[in-house]
Structure formats: C-alpha cells, structure tokens
C-alpha cells in the first residue's frame, strides 16, 4: 500500500498539470563560434510501450541543439557522422559559399567529419540546418536528424522583445509521423497521423503571463498548417524566414508551409495564472492551397487530415518573470526590399508532372532532377526575378525553396501577397494554377562541382526529382577554393 501511494504520488508530480498532456522538449543551446556536432542514432520514448529509434545530434534525441550565432561571426563546425549512412548537413536560408551549403553534393560518409566555416551574413532570425543527401532526406529528416539556428543582431538586440530562451522565447518545432506496431515511425506517407511538437506527443508548455515569442518552424515532410489559437485571439508576426518584419502584422491565422519559419509574439498578459490555450492548426478549408491529405488513424488529438482541426500546443498560464515583455513594439525594423525594377534578368520556372494520380513524379520544366546537370546558370552579383508558374493542369500545391539568397515576394497570381509574407523569404507555398515572382540578389559563387539548388520542400517530391540546381559564375572567392573534404576518424 504504502509503495503503491508513493508511486501514485511520484507519477502525480512528474506528469504535472495536464495528464493527457506531455512537456515538450527544448533543446539544448549552444553558443559560439565553433560548434561541435555529433550526428547518431538514439531512442525516445515517444508513445507508450517500445520506445522509438530517432537520428539526432549531440544529446537530444528528435532535432538536435538550437544553436546561437551573431551575425558577422565567423563560425566553424566539426560536423561527426555516427551515423550508419551517408548524410549531408545542409544551412536552410543561409547566404553562403556554395561548397558550405551542405546541400546533395557535400556528402558526409558514415565515421567522417565534415567542416564547413564561413561568415555569418543573415539577420536576425530563425532558421533551420537538416540532411539534404538526395533520395534520403525523407528519411533522415522523418528520424528527427536536424535543428535551429537562431541568429543575433544588434538591430534585433536593440528592441524590447521577449528572448529569454526557453522561458519566453521558445523554439516551436512542427511536424507529424506516422508509426507502425512497434512505434517506430514509418516513411512514406506525406501526413502523420500523431503530431510532434519538438518530438513531443500531444506537447504542452507553460508560459509566463507576459508577452511571448514563438519560433515556428513547419519541419513537415508535407502537411501546412492554419495556426491560430484556441479563442481565436490575435498574435502578431514579427519575422519571416530571413529577419525581421518592418512593423509586426496582427493576424488570427496564419498559414505556415514545410520549410517556412516565423516569428510570433502572443500577449498573455490579460490570462489568468492556471488557465490555458491551444495552439491549434486549422482546417483552413482551402484544399486547393492545403492539398488534401490521407485519411488519419486514431492521434489523440483525432485524425490530422489537413481538412481538419487539430491541436498543436497545449498552453498553460504561469506565473510573470522578473522584467516581462508586456506590450507589442510598433516598429521593428526598416528593410530596404528589392524590386522588380532592380531585376536585370528574368527568368521562369514550370512546375510539371504528377500526372495519373502523383504517379508520374513531380518535376522542374519536365525534367527530373540529376546531380549531374545545371539546370540553370547565373553570373555573381546579378539580381533576378524569377517567377515560378504551377501549370494550368496542376494537381497539386508545393512549397518552393531555392538556397543561398532571401528574395522578397513581388506578385502572386491568386491575389495579393499576405502582409505576413512580406519580408526576406527563402521558402514559399504555391497553389494550384498559381504563379508567383520574386526578386533576389545572387552574391556568392559556386560551379559544378558545388551548385546550388531549387526545390520543393515536400521530402518526398525533392527526393523523387522535383529539383534543379544552378551555378552562379563568377571567379571564385577564397572560401571556394578552400576544401572541406571530409576525413576519417
Ligand atoms: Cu530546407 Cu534545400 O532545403
Ligand atoms: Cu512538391
């Protein structure tokens, strides 16, 4: 009796206020300028009963360490893999040399380090570092292998906004899976039917009654979300992929596609201590701009068809810190965007394929992705507009991404661009039928032997070829001809 009530009790303090609910992971931080990571194999207890085998870095066990980098730091990495394949590890949203890039063509074999250095030059924002090795990024991204990159600047230093990491500043990263009978998660299918919030089953969190910043990353292999909160309440978007809004913009909802991060603040200071609110993906009812997923099995949270409602965040009010953030700033910063008008090149893309069902893969200009051909090339310190057009038969939408720059969306064809996407992107939804421009400043070289690639962000319509690759000629800077070739341990 007596073990039995102790047990009880000790069951009783650890699972805390919610019983349904579990507290999500925060990964660890690290800080610097030379980061060390170590890329293996691990298990987590993710549901009940057998435990699951996940791909992470360092300590955690689903995503690895967040890690902190102020720009213009010059930053090194000591990138180990343990794990029992080849992987690459490649800087979403990162201006840099294309040999660092870390995209299909830096290759990290099973028991090598790889090195890759370079200058920060991004703002202050959040991004995001996972495999890229084609044909295996579905995989290694759906075992958890990756993590955030949070970058520092003295613009982003200098406003009153909430970042006291873990506390009011939290990494918010979405993703669902699918598991077989013995809970390990299977591959193949675009929508989970259990969502992980920072790997974390049915994910609750408690948060001070003061302002908060979300970091939301949609780490999906293909599912958007329509997030909102519970009572509908207004939050403000404060970044896009890659830095701050000039103003932040009041929304209800807002629509967040694989690949794409952003930056909210959400004012609780009118909550009362002990209360809670969801965040929640909406079914944003437009199976045209959320295709239409499979029907799901049985989550806790209910099937997470993308024509449905589910939760993704369970939020507990808590007690006020020491020195709170307790009103929305006005302004945030002044971005100088690029325009068409300063657009010397045009350049156009097709979204093809998919035919009979998604039978025939999807595809750049009908051509499938091979690493051995550039499939566009670029002179250095050129800017473009390029408008990506999903064809007048499509069946489907995408999330598009092309590395090393931030453009700034200029027309989508479907309407006006939404105040939220207003800023420095590097990722975008498309819509059926749709086509949109954008503008964007190409500044670092690459060849072809290290190109830089174009692709939709769906792990699986990227591993199955909807990919091209460009080189940006130019002679090529000190970094280029510097080798990061890979040794043995
Ligand atoms: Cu998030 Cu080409 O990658
Ligand atoms: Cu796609």
Known sequence: ??????????????VNSNAQYNNITIPEALYGTTFNLNIHESIRQIRTGNQTVTGSINNETFWGPTLF??????????????????????????????????????????????????????????????????????????????????VNDPIESALPLPRTYGTDDIPIILTSRNFNASNQFTVGRAYGDYMLTNGTLNGQITLPKQVVRLRILNAEIERGYNLGFSDNRTFYVITNDGGLLNTPVAVTRLPIHVGERYEILVNLTNDTVGSSIDLKAYNSGQSNSFPGGEPGTSGQFGSLLNNTTFNVLHINI??????????????LTTNTYLTAADATVNRSVSITGG??????????????????????????????????????NAVFGHSFHIHDVQF????????????????????????????????????????????FMYHCHFAQHEDDGMMGQFVVTGPLSVAENSSTTSFSL
């Open 69 to 150: 980098i102020n720009k213009g730091a010059a930053v090194n990495f000591n990138i180990t893999n343990n794990l029992n394949e080849s992987t690459t590890i490649h800087w979403h949203g990162m201006h840099l040399p294309a040999v660092m890039d870390g995209g299909p063509h830096q290759v990290i074999p099973s028991g090598t380090v790889w090195q890759p250095y370079w200058t920060m030059q991004n703002n202050a924002s959040t991004y995001w570092f996972h495999p890229h090795l084609h044909e295996t990024t579905e995989e290694q991204i759906t075992k958890g292998v990756g993590g955030l990159m949070i």
């Open 1 to 14: 009796m007596k073990i039995k009530s102790t047990i009880i009790m000790f069951i009783f303090c650890f």
């Open 408 to 451: 700034k969306i200029l027309t989508r064809s479907s309407g006006t661009v939404g105040a939220h996407e207003s800023g420095w992107k590097d990722t975008f939804f498309i819509s059926r039928n749709e086509s949109v421009a954008f503008v964007a400043r190409f500044a670092d070289y690459s060849d072809s032997t290290h190109p």
């Open 318 to 331: 808590g007690t006020v810190t020491a020195n709170p953030i307790t009103t929305i700033p006005t302004t």
């Open 355 to 392: 035919q009979n069902g998604g039978a025939v893969p999807f595809t750049f200009d009908n051509t499938i992705f091979n690493i051995a051909s550039i499939n566009k090339t670029l002179t250095v310190n050129t800017t473009e507009k390029w408008t990506i057009a999903n064809t007048p």
